[in-house]
């Protein structure tokens, strides 16, 4: 139980195009969804908790206009990385939680290279 | 200072050592504390979870000591396969969690 997805799990793209990164929750329902960042080496930074049917809660830093998420349905929520440029390239995680206990579960990452 | 620090490592051990990690977290008020292990280019997976009556799941032991903000990770009887970061977690409250930078470990035959 309680697996979570994310496709693509890696993408190249060109510099000033969007990017649409999709995370499921296959297994149950994901009250919450959690958008992390992770550059080679470093730890795990979060971006964003979105909840179901509200707007995404950015972290400081972290700009809203250009890391568009929605959170439509208990399954399902997308991370839209607009006008990206090779600053973006990334390991994109997100984890979900079904808010009953404190922990999350994890996609496999996907991989973003904007060249 | 960072939220949850962490020895970045690397800790090279050999085969059947015992090998033991640190994190130290600054919000008192953190709720619950995790172990994840992470492998190279993949995503995180729960290890376990910490207590402060200590818990223990095959070889590995963690602890918490909330009075000096600090958890720990013990591996027993190291295998090549535990070699992995080991990344500290802390839930802050309502599931806003922090990691840690990762402690990497390599365990050579």
């Known amino acids: 139980g309680a697996v979570v997805s994310q496709h693509p799990s890696r993408v190249i793209c060109k510099s000033g195009t969007s990017v649409k990164i999709e995370c499921r929750s296959l297994?149950?329902?994901?009250?919450?969804m959690f958008w992390y960042r992770q550059f080679p080496k470093q730890s795990l930074m979060l971006m964003a908790t979105?909840?179901?049917?509200?707007?995404?809660?950015?972290e400081q830093g972290v700009e809203k206009d250009k890391f568009l998420i929605n959170h439509a349905s208990l399954t399902l929520s997308t991370l839209t990385v607009t006008s990206a440029h090779p600053e973006d390239s990334s390991f994109y995680i997100c984890?979900?939680?079904?808010?009953?206990?404190?922990?999350?579960?994890f996609g496999p990452g996907t991989r973003l290279t904007v060249t | 200072r960072k939220e949850v620090e962490q020895d970045p490592g690397p800790f090279n051990v050999p085969e059947g050592a015992t090998v033991a990690f640190n994190c130290t977290y600054s919000?008192?008020?953190?709720?619950?504390f995790f172990w994840y292990r992470q492998d190279c280019r993949k995503e995180p997976k729960l290890l376990m979870s910490?207590?402060?009556s200590g818990n223990e799941d095959g070889r590995f032991t963690a602890q918490l000591n909330r009075a000096s903000q600090y958890i720990s990770l013990l591996i027993r009887d190291s295998k090549l396969s535990d070699s992995a970061t080991y990344l500290c977690?802390?839930?802050?409250?309502?599931?806003?969690?922090?990691f840690g930078a990762g402690t990497r470990l390599t365990v050579k035959p």
């Open positions: 984890s979900a939680s079904s808010g009953q206990i404190y922990e999350q579960y």
């Open positions: 297994d149950f329902q994901a009250t919450t």
């Open positions: 979105s909840n179901e049917g509200s707007k995404a809660t950015y």
């Open positions: 919000n008192s008020a953190s709720q619950s």
């Open positions: 910490v207590y402060s």
């Open positions: 977690v802390v839930n802050r409250n309502n599931n806003d969690m922090r």
